[in-house]
């Protein structure tokens, strides 16, 4: 099956390297066998990585969020970082109290949606992203520059200077991946 070869080969990874992603659950399609499958590769994942202890996963989980959570458990041993996060509100209060980082990109500043549960994420926990070239910013692909905008929106949630965000998400950055960063 060629599945089990990609999922040896993420795992082979997984193993030897501090870090995987993006990896997770998305339910874009309605096939429950697809679903399953996925699933099932996520959950193998999830269990190698946390035995490992340390690794960090950015996790993908379009119209899946309560599933990844439930894999994801209240004990994986390693960093999990939601990215594009846009599950409910009380999702994100179970992945904060999880201690589970969210990544934030130009997309979510821009949608009503994406706004409240930005302004629901500990500040403890934020991090930038562009998702780029998947993401649009005008009629262009997102790039890592439009972080700044993203910036922006987080000092005037947060109330404080974009140097304070900005400082606010490197912090959160070196913890998530468990080192200082010069």
Not at 159 to 179: K, L, P, Q, T, Y
Request: proline share 3%.
């Amino acid at each position: 099956m060629k599945y089990r070869k990609i999922v040896t080969v993420i795992l082979v990874l997984a193993s030897a390297l501090a870090s995987a992603g993006e990896v997770g659950l998305d339910y874009q399609t309605d096939d429950e066998s697809v679903r399953e499958l996925q699933r099932s590769i996520f959950t193998e994942i999830v269990e190698v990585c946390s035995s490992l202890g340390d690794r960090i996963l950015t996790i993908h989980s379009r119209r899946s969020s309560n599933d990844v959570l439930q894999i994801l458990g209240g004990s994986f041993q390693g960093t999990a970082i939601l990215h594009y996060f846009s599950g409910l509100k009380s999702e994100v209060d179970v992945a904060s109290k999880r201690g589970f980082f969210f990544s934030v990109n130009p997309a979510m500043i821009r949608s009503k949606s994406g706004q409240q549960l930005i302004a629901r994420m500990p500040r403890e926990l934020v991090l930038t992203e562009s998702d780029g070239p998947f993401v649009k910013h005008g009629n262009r692909p997102s790039e890592p520059k439009d972080v700044e905008l993203v910036l922006h929106h987080l000092a005037q949630a947060w109330e404080c200077s974009v140097d304070e965000a900005s400082e606010s998400v490197f912090a959160n950055f070196e913890r998530a991946v468990g080192m200082r960063v010069i």
